[in-house]
């Protein structure tokens, strides 16, 4: 499981990166990331079931571009 520290900078890179929308899959691997990023109010987070129902949400929530979605591997 990752740690706090580690989900604090991804959760800081993104945006930095300008990333507003993540759509993210139940890993317990990234839980520290899922949760911040539930609790985050300027990066909209969408939960999925499986891998390409992430890849549609951000197609059409950004015009068919997939801003950022954490696929496990």
Request: aromatic share 2%.
């Amino acid at each position: 499981m990752g740690t706090i520290t580690g989900a604090q900078q991804i959760l800081a890179g993104l945006k930095e990166a300008g990333i507003d929308l993540v759509s993210s899959v139940p890993d317990i691997n990234m839980m520290q990331l899922i949760n911040l990023l539930y609790e985050d109010k300027d990066i909209a987070h969408v939960p999925v079931g499986r891998e390409e129902e992430g890849i549609g949400v951000c197609a059409g929530a950004q015009g068919a571009l997939c801003e950022d979605c954490f696929l496990k591997g």
